[in-house]
């Protein structure tokens, strides 16, 4: 069976239940971008994975992120409102813009200080509210400048609509930002191109509005994606590295979940019969639960057995699971001391980071032993860990990289197609001489 690229041979007769079935064995082979998109797309972390790297963003540096935005938000509207006062006598009515000023002000700091109180959120209301007074702003300014382009006047406020959209960036989804943005750049284009002008060179201080209205939101949600994204792999990474200290075998994080979950249906089934509220023998529904619930704990103990802390970090991983591939059918992975053992996953880990092609993959194998001769040589186990890479050019690989390879083992890189293919020769303690 196979779902995310990483592949396990299954005990004879024995059926995986229905959680993330993963195989891990076959031959190595390329993996398309369809076929790691659909993988991404069926992804199911553990429900405390999600909770760990959805924390709070004001401890990871959002709340920074989102002052330093609101500062520069705030520079350009005060270089516009300067902008404004200069423009002041040639204004055929200036009240109009001066009250566009004073209601974007007064919604800009509105704003800011409800979502302080809610804890760096902004509710669907307040969203709609700071909305609705930029229309109000864009209006009324629209309406001020109108036919003064020949003297020399734009728009401010409403290009300063922009700076109130650039502090909402970390506390809305980006692609509200991005069309509330599309909406107002297309308002101050139509005004732009349709208002009245004798001279083609008084354009261009709207243009420079127009710029100053739409490239810093844009910014700021390119900024915040990136630094989320950041965030995140860094979190993944954290999680994925508690599994080097695994024993050779071990359930992970999913299975250690739906083990607590099953002993929580077996203590209440247990609970009921001892409190009398359940009658003995049982009936069909309950005999039923408690032999399906023996099943699944007999089958997850099994499944220890089979699955390396290697495999546990691959398919447990939201960054490497699409797109790494392993075979251990020996479960060699697991003979690995803790060194090699964080080395070899910084290695994987590594290697997918430092491109940034969609299509980069690892194809991962371990084994088989190798013979060794000698006293000495019997003492160790040999055997190959192989790396063939997709979309991973040599010369993009992280000198990091060939440190972490080397705490493996020695090893013979290769480029073939243009991406890097690795021979580890891996030599670990005789198990059988603990």
């Known amino acids: 069976m196979s779902t995310r690229g990483v592949t396990v041979q299954p005990e004879r007769g024995i059926r995986r239940p229905a959680r993330r079935a993963v195989t891990e064995a076959g031959p190595l082979a390329e993996h398309g971008r369809q076929e790691r998109q659909d993988r991404r797309r069926s992804f199911r972390r553990p429900e405390r994975t999600v909770k760990t790297t959805r924390a709070n963003q004001s401890g990871l540096g959002g709340r920074h992120l989102g002052i330093g935005l609101s500062v520069a938000g705030g520079i350009v509207a005060a ?23 004073v209601i974007l002000v007064a919604a800009t700091a509105f704003a800011i200080a409800v979502v302080q109180r809610l804890s760096a959120r902004m509710p669907d209301w307040l969203f709609a509210v700071a909305l ?8 009324l ?25 650039i502090a909402l960036v970390t506390v809305r989804r980006g692609r509200d930002v991005v069309s509330s943005t599309a909406v107002l750049g297309t308002l101050l284009a139509v005004f732009a191109i349709t208002e009245p002008r004798s001279d083609p060179l008084s354009f261009a201080p709207e243009l420079v509005a127009f710029g100053l209205a739409v490239i810093p939101p844009l910014l700021g949600v390119a900024i915040v994606r990136s630094f989320h994204r950041m965030v995140q792999r860094e979190l993944d990474l954290v999680l994925v590295q508690s599994t080097v200290s695994q024993p050779r075998f071990a359930v992970g994080m999913l299975a250690s979940e739906e083990l607590a979950r099953i002993d929580l249906d ?30 699944q704990l007999r089958l997850h103990l099994i499944q220890g057995r ?36 964080d080395a070899l996953l ?11 092609r969609p299509e980069a993959s690892v194809a ?48 013979i890189a290769s480029s073939r197609g243009g991406s890097l293919h690795v021979e580890i020769e891996c030599s670990i303690d005789n198990p059988a001489d603990a």
Not at 80 to 86: A, D, P, T
Not at 132 to 139: K, Q, R, T
Not at 141 to 165: C, E, I, N, Q, Y
């Open 364 to 411: 991962l194998s371990l084994g088989p032993i190798r013979p060794t001769n000698g006293l000495i040589d019997r003492q160790k186990l040999r055997f190959p860990i192989e790396l063939a890479t997709t979309g991973v050019p040599r010369r993009r690989v992280d000198p990091e990289t060939w440190q972490a390879i080397r705490v493996v083992g020695p090893h």
């Open 306 to 341: 089979r699955e390396t802390w290697l495999y546990h970090a691959i398919t447990e991983s939201e960054f490497l699971g699409p797109s790494v591939s392993l075979n251990d059918p020996a479960g060699l992975a697991g003979l690995l001391d803790p060194a090699q053992r």
């Open 141 to 165: 300014d629209l309406a001020g400048s109108h036919a003064g382009a020949d003297r020399g006047v734009f728009p401010t406020a409403a290009a300063a609509v922009g700076s109130l959209l």
């Open 266 to 295: 077996a203590e209440t089934l247990l609970d009921d019969v001892s409190k009398g509220r359940t009658a003995l023998p049982l009936n069909a529904a309950k005999s039923t639960t408690a032999s399906s619930l023996a099943t």
């Open 132 to 139: 609705a007074s930029g229309a109000v702003v864009i209006a």
């Open 346 to 356: 910084r290695t994987i880990w590594l290697l997918i980071s430092d491109t940034q």
């Open 79 to 101: 270089y516009l409102f300067w902008e404004y006062v200069e423009q002041w006598p040639r204004y055929t009515t200036p009240v109009p813009t001066l009250v566009a000023w």
